[in-house]
């Protein structure tokens, strides 16, 4: 699988260890907060950095956690758009997720 583009490297052992660790540990279940109250719940294939590592995030279990792919796009296109506007992500309104659609 590719890793994509970076600026960060991952830490060693990643994909091999921490990112399966964290899958477990969060039930293969997306962690996004709602606004409902609880987490998004859509069954997770990514693991993220909740603070991203160019951002001072460290590389510890606290800092991780699983998110579905569509959760996952839309934090990095927030960071990214956050980089390029040399300011820290910050909260914003919720945008529904599609798989909590009626
Ligand atoms: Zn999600």
């Known amino acids: 699988m590719s890793q994509g583009r970076r600026s960060v490297p991952l830490p060693k052992g990643w994909s091999r260890h921490t990112r399966p660790r964290i899958l477990r540990r969060d039930k293969h279940a997306c962690q996004w907060p709602v606004v409902t109250g609880g987490i998004c719940g859509e069954p997770a294939n990514q693991v993220d950095h909740k603070i991203p590592a160019h951002l001072g995030g460290p590389e510890t279990d606290d800092n991780y956690w ?37």
């Open 66 to 102: 699983a998110l579905c792919e569509w959760h996952h796009n839309q934090k990095t296109a927030r960071e990214a758009s956050a980089v390029a506007h040399a300011r820290p992500p910050r909260a914003r309104p919720a945008q529904p997720h599609p798989g909590l659609l009626p």
